[in-house]
């Protein structure tokens, strides 16, 4: 079946450090990427997303990079804040069906 | 706007024991889809819906059923509830297939 392999499962970095977390995806007919932060006992919220027709995206300090060919897709993060410590979650969208990949616990040390 | 609307917050049920989870949104939304969150493993898509009598299953689905009798609630049944099923349930609704998932606020339920 479809799957998503994401990695690390978990990335500590300092205060103004670039964090990156970088998923794979199987169905090569998935076609919509979105990245899901969800803070401690909060719901996931979508944070940033790329169509399978655009190769990068930027949102003042998150980007994503997407590469069909390899299946490859990743999430980054400048200038990191302690309020960016959460657990991110990437996805692969085919048609209305999503599969997520396994979660980056994320600590951002002040 | 409530968005999604999950009940209950917590549950805890005996082994055998059946149970309803509700889901409701009100931004007339077609696409529903119910998750299950276990430490490690992520988000895994157990049931989901394209509209109105519409289901079908995702990753995970074996124990539980879903209907969509409306657009606007979506429930998930436990038919037989067992310890594996101990997880936090989210029910995600988003308008179109490549757009924003909006979750709800999450279940905790706990089988013993």
């Known amino acids: 079946g479809e799957n998503v392999e994401q990695h690390p499962s978990t990335l500590s970095v300092q205060e103004g450090d670039s964090a990156v977390i970088k998923c794979t995806y199987s169905d090569s007919a998935s076609n919509y990427f979105p990245w899901y932060k969800q803070e401690l006992g909060k719901r996931p919220q979508l944070i940033i997303d790329?169509?399978?027709?655009?190769g990068e995206k930027k949102d003042q300090r998150i980007a994503v990079t997407l590469n069909k060919t390899a299946k490859h897709f990743s999430l980054h993060i400048t200038e990191t804040q302690p309020e960016d410590s959460a657990v991110y979650f990437c996805a692969a969208s085919r048609g209305f069906k999503t599969i997520f990949g396994a979660g980056t616990r994320l600590f951002v040390k002040a | 706007n409530a968005g999604v609307t999950q009940t209950p917050k917590f549950q805890v049920l005996k082994t055998g024991q059946s149970m309803t989870l509700q889901c409701a949104q009100d931004?007339?939304?077609?696409?529903m889809s119910w998750y299950r969150q276990d430490p490690g493993m992520g988000l895994r898509l157990i049931h989901y819906?394209?509209?109105?009598?519409?289901?079908d299953q995702g990753e995970v689905p074996n124990g539980y059923n879903v209907s969509r009798s409306t657009t606007e609630d979506f429930p998930l049944r436990l038919l037989s509830a067992a310890p594996s099923q101990t997880s936090v349930y989210f029910c995600?609704?988003?308008?179109?297939?490549?757009?924003?998932?909006?979750f709800g606020q999450g279940t905790r339920l706990t089988v013993v």
């Open positions: 931004m007339n939304h077609e696409y």
């Open positions: 995600a609704s988003r308008e179109q297939s490549h757009t924003e998932a909006f």
């Open positions: 819906s394209v509209g109105a009598g519409i289901t």
């Open positions: 790329i169509r399978s027709n655009v």
